[in-house]
T-cell receptor
Framework: IAGITQAPTSQILAAGRRMTLRCTQD?????MYWYRQDLGLGLRLIHY???????GKGEVPDGYSVSRANTDDFPLTLASAVPSQTSVYFC?????????????FGPGTRLTVL | GQNIDQPTEMTATEGAIVQINCTYQ??????LFWYQQHAGEAPTFLSY??LDGLEEKGRFSSFLSRSKGYSYLLLKELQMKDSASYLC??????????WGAGTKLIIKP
């Protein structure tokens, strides 16, 4: 693995189903982030984690949950998917949770909720 | 409140120079980032400014004026591969990035 990987690449999901998007990084970065990207809108932060064992809510956390059991993994769970969660989801990581920290992005997961 | 604004789309000619502007409003500021995003791909880091002035990096330069809440990305000697979206983002007082919607740059031969 080099950098950040996300799985699956894309997914079509029925409304009401539970779904976990996976994210793994091998850069030993402390901070990790989940964003969604929708046409005409900027990237919006869903949840973040400044270090293993801690998580925080971003701008649009409702309907999503995260966990950070270790440094490398940061899964995002949709407990009961709704059509408004149709989006492209990007996981990112950075070396620190404050001040200058270039964020490195995974390739994204394209999720469609029907 | 916080907001950030950049043009939706710009068109330029191969070999030319283009300037993409970004304006923002925030009570807490910890720097301004520019990212490039090709269609269907992840954003990749281009530049970071925290002090006023121009930062040059090869064909790309980024400028910041904190007093005016203004930044621009300058791309010189445009190449077809520069066709992409350019995302502006500022880091707020909580060290979170607030992103603009992106400027789609179309390069014509």
């Amino acid at each position: 693995i080099a950098g950040i990987t996300q799985a699956p690449t894309s997914q079509i999901l029925a409304a009401g189903r539970r779904m976990t998007l996976r994210c793994t990084q091998d850069m030993r970065h402390n901070a990790m982030y989940w964003y969604r990207q929708d046409l005409g809108l900027g990237l919006r932060l869903i949840h973040y984690s400044n270090t293993a064992g801690t998580t925080g809510k971003g701008e649009v956390p409702d309907g999503y949950s995260v966990s950070r059991a270790n440094t490398d993994d940061f899964p995002l769970t949709l407990a009961s998917a709704v059509p408004s969660q149709t989006s492209v989801y990007f996981c990112a990581s950075s070396d620190g949770g404050g001040e200058y920290n270039e964020q490195f992005f995974g390739p994204g997961t394209r999720l469609t909720v029907l | 409140g916080q907001n950030i604004d950049q043009p939706t789309e710009m068109t330029a000619t191969e070999g030319a120079i283009v300037q993409i502007n970004c304006t923002y409003q925030t009570s807490g500021f910890n720097g301004l980032f520019w990212y490039q995003q090709h269609a269907g791909e992840a954003p990749t880091f281009l530049s970071y400014n925290v002090l006023d002035g121009l930062e040059e990096k090869g064909r790309f330069s980024s400028f910041l004026s904190r007093s005016k809440g203004y930044s621009y990305l300058l791309l010189k000697e445009l190449q077809m591969k520069d066709s992409a979206s350019y995302l502006c983002a500022f880091m707020d007082s909580n060290y979170q990035l607030i992103w603009g919607a992106g400027t789609k740059l179309i390069i014509k031969p």
